[in-house]
């Protein structure tokens, strides 16, 4: 590029210093502008600003306003308030006054009474006094002397009273409990006796037998010695004779019997076995008897533990009465009997159904089957209604609910009908003469018959020393004493006679 000449720079530089001239120039319009416009917007700004404090320099004087004339409003409403509890002080202590005036008046009034009072007991007094030594009797011998003749007037019109009332009540008592227990029993009937002391098991073949027995009689030694039951191998055809007064004993041992004839192989350690193989299977057949006989009932809720105990039970007897039947039986009364007076049916067919579980260990275990049961049924979680209702049934403890006055009267029903128990004729002996005893030690006796099997006693009386209220009495104190001292299934009937005979001789 070739050098520039001195016009050029020249020039050069007079554009230079144009170019910031003009770029100066308009720099300063520019400002100016921005200037203007900035004060056009504050002058706006301010004007706005001006017309907000005006607009809230109204509102607040008119806030003020109404404030001011509210609480003008609430001033006149506290002055009417403050007004109306002046009057209502001013009432109160108005009524305060004229109850204290009432009440002085009313002090004034008992202690007037009072001292009346005194002096009417001071005249009562003096006349009781000058009436004692009148009659030379004191009150209380005279109040007794009065009821004695009184009594001994109207005896006969007492005595009339008290039967005709007692008879209509315990009529129309014993025509509903007559009804109850007459429609459970009929709906309800099944055996009631047990098996005999002894079973049978049925041989396929006559020569088993020999194997039973064993070389020199090994086989049935280990048998009787492992179940603890009599095998009986006689000349009975096809069958084996097992004798226990133990009916578990004999199931087991007549399972085993099964199993080893089944297996063909009978030998002492092959007997060990089967009988322990019986002894859980029986245990699993005693659950399975406890189950349905809930399912029989219809009842559910008690834990396996109880359900294996009521399975036990059909091993039990009771004076040859078949224990788990028996509780069977009565949980249908007891239900029936429920349903008929509005108890829990559900509870008195549980009480009835496990009243003799401690039957099924009390050989086992000391004390009673009631104080076992009762053990037994809170180890396992039973209902404490449940314990309630079967812990009374031998009136061992108090009845405490409906429930079990019907577990019991459900007992003696199933337990005391004809053909329910076995009974020897040396115990019913015995029953009978000591409720002849009984009747017959009371002063004034001269006889007591039992009759009825038991089931009524009538006693003659000396009428010189026993009247017709006397032998009213005396029929509820020989009724309360069976009640108290004997043991009885069902009701006995106490019958007293009393009999005048006037006997004179013409010669």
């Given at each position: 590029?070739?050098?520039?000449?001195?016009?050029?720079?020249?020039?050069?530089?007079?554009?230079?210093?144009?170019?910031y001239?003009?770029?100066?120039?308009?720099?300063?319009?520019?400002?100016?502008?921005v200037?203007q416009?900035?004060?056009?917007?504050?002058?706006?700004?301010?004007?706005?600003?001006?017309l907000?404090?005006?607009?809230?320099?109204?509102?607040?004087?008119?806030?003020?306003?109404?404030?001011?004339k509210?609480?003008?409003?609430?001033?006149?409403?506290?002055?009417?308030?403050?007004?109306?509890?002046?009057?209502?002080?001013?009432?109160?202590?108005?009524?305060?006054?004229?109850?204290?005036?009432?009440?002085?008046?009313?002090?004034?009034?008992?202690?007037?009474?009072?001292?009346?009072?005194?002096?009417?007991?001071?005249?009562?007094?003096?006349?009781?006094?000058?009436?004692?030594?009148?009659?030379?009797?004191?009150?209380?011998?005279?109040?007794?002397?009065?009821?004695?003749?009184?009594?001994?007037?109207?005896?006969?019109?007492?005595?009339?009273?008290?039967?005709?009332?007692?008879?209509?009540?315990?009529?129309?008592?014993?025509?509903?409990?007559?009804?109850?227990?007459?429609?459970?029993?009929?709906?309800?009937?099944?055996?009631?006796?047990?098996?005999?002391?002894?079973?049978?098991?049925?041989?396929?073949?006559?020569?088993?037998?020999?194997?039973?027995?064993?070389?020199?009689?090994?086989?049935?030694?280990?048998?009787?010695?492992?179940?603890?039951?009599?095998?009986?191998?006689?000349?009975?055809?096809?069958?084996?004779?097992?004798?226990?007064?133990?009916?578990?004993r004999?199931?087991?041992?007549?399972?085993?019997?099964?199993?080893?004839?089944?297996?063909?192989?009978i030998?002492?350690?092959?007997?060990?076995?089967?009988?322990?193989?019986?002894?859980?299977?029986?245990?699993?057949?005693?659950?399975?008897?406890?189950?349905?006989?809930?399912?029989e009932?219809g009842?559910?809720?008690?834990?396996?533990?109880i359900?294996?105990?009521?399975?036990?039970?059909?091993?039990?007897?009771?004076?040859?009465?078949?224990v788990?039947?028996?509780?069977?039986?009565?949980?249908?009364?007891?239900?029936?009997?429920?349903?008929?007076?509005?108890?829990?049916?559900?509870?008195?067919?549980?009480?009835?159904?496990?009243?003799d579980?401690?039957k099924?260990?009390?050989?086992?275990?000391?004390?009673?089957?009631?104080?076992?049961?009762?053990?037994?049924?809170?180890?396992?979680?039973?209902?404490?209604?449940?314990?309630?209702?079967?812990?009374?049934?031998?009136?061992?403890?108090?009845?405490s609910?409906?429930?079990?006055?019907?577990?019991?009267?459900?007992?003696?029903?199933?337990a005391?009908?004809?053909?329910?128990?076995?009974?020897?004729?040396?115990?019913?002996?015995?029953?009978?003469?000591?409720?002849?005893?009984?009747?017959?030690?009371?002063?004034?006796?001269?006889?007591?018959?039992?009759?009825?099997?038991?089931?009524?006693?009538?006693?003659?009386?000396?009428?010189?020393?026993?009247?017709?209220?006397?032998?009213?009495?005396?029929?509820?104190?020989i009724?309360?004493?069976?009640?108290?001292?004997?043991?009885?299934?069902?009701?006995?009937?106490?019958?007293?006679?009393?009999?005048?005979?006037?006997?004179?001789?013409?010669?």
């Amino acid at each position: 590029m070739s050098a520039l000449t001195p016009i050029s720079w020249g020039l050069l530089a007079t554009g230079l210093v144009l170019g910031y001239i003009i770029r100066q120039v308009l720099a300063a319009n520019r400002a100016n502008s921005v200037e203007q416009k900035l004060k056009e917007k504050t002058e706006k700004a301010k004007k706005e600003a001006d017309l907000i404090i005006s607009e809230a320099k109204q509102k607040s004087l008119e806030v003020l306003e109404n404030a001011q004339k509210e609480i003008k409003e609430q001033k006149d409403k506290l002055d009417k308030s403050e007004e109306r509890l002046i009057n209502k002080e001013e009432s109160l202590q108005e009524q305060l006054s004229n109850l204290t005036s009432r009440q002085e008046k009313v002090d004034i009034q008992l202690k007037e009474n009072e001292k009346a009072k005194e002096e009417i007991n001071e005249i009562r007094d003096k006349a009781v006094e000058k009436l004692e030594k009148i009659a030379n009797l004191s009150a209380t011998e005279a109040k007794e002397r009065m009821m004695s003749e009184l009594l001994e007037q109207n005896k006969e019109e007492v005595l009339t009273a008290v039967s005709k009332i007692e008879k209509e009540r315990r009529n129309e008592i014993e025509k509903k409990a007559s009804e109850v227990i007459t429609t459970a029993l009929m709906r309800y009937a099944r055996t009631h006796v047990a098996d005999a002391t002894t079973s049978s098991v049925h041989l396929p073949d006559e020569e088993l037998k020999g194997k039973i027995i064993g070389r020199e009689g090994r086989n049935i030694k280990a048998l009787e010695r492992a179940t603890g039951v009599d095998i009986i191998v006689d000349e009975t055809p096809q069958s084996v004779i097992l004798s226990s007064f133990d009916p578990l004993r004999r199931e087991i041992a007549r399972l085993t019997l099964e199993k080893l004839i089944k297996d063909g192989r009978i030998q002492p350690a092959k007997i060990e076995e089967k009988v322990e193989e019986s002894k859980m299977d029986l245990i699993r057949h005693m659950q399975d008897i406890g189950e349905k006989a809930t399912l029989e009932i219809g009842i559910s809720g008690f834990s396996k533990e109880i359900l294996q105990l009521i399975g036990r039970l059909h091993f039990r007897t009771s004076y040859g009465q078949n224990v788990l039947v028996h509780s069977i039986e009565m949980a249908h009364i007891a239900g029936m009997i429920a349903a008929e007076v509005g108890a829990n049916v559900e509870i008195a067919k549980k009480g009835a159904l496990v009243h003799d579980i401690g039957k099924a260990i009390s050989h086992e275990v000391e004390g009673t089957h009631v104080e076992l049961g009762r053990k037994i049924l809170a180890k396992y979680g039973a209902e404490e209604a449940v314990i309630k209702a079967m812990e009374s049934h031998h009136e061992d403890y108090p009845f405490s609910t409906p429930e079990s006055f019907i577990v019991t009267a459900a007992d003696i029903l199933s337990a005391g009908r004809p053909g329910a128990r076995r009974d020897t004729v040396e115990q019913y002996l015995k029953r009978v003469k000591e409720l002849e005893t009984l009747a017959g030690s009371f002063d004034g006796v001269s006889k007591a018959y039992a009759l009825s099997a038991g089931r009524e006693v009538r006693v003659f009386v000396v009428p010189e020393m026993i009247d017709d209220f006397g032998a009213y009495q005396l029929a509820k104190n020989i009724s309360h004493k069976i009640q108290t001292e004997l043991k009885y299934p069902g009701e006995i009937k106490v019958n007293v006679i009393r009999e005048s005979r006037a006997v004179e001789y013409a010669r």
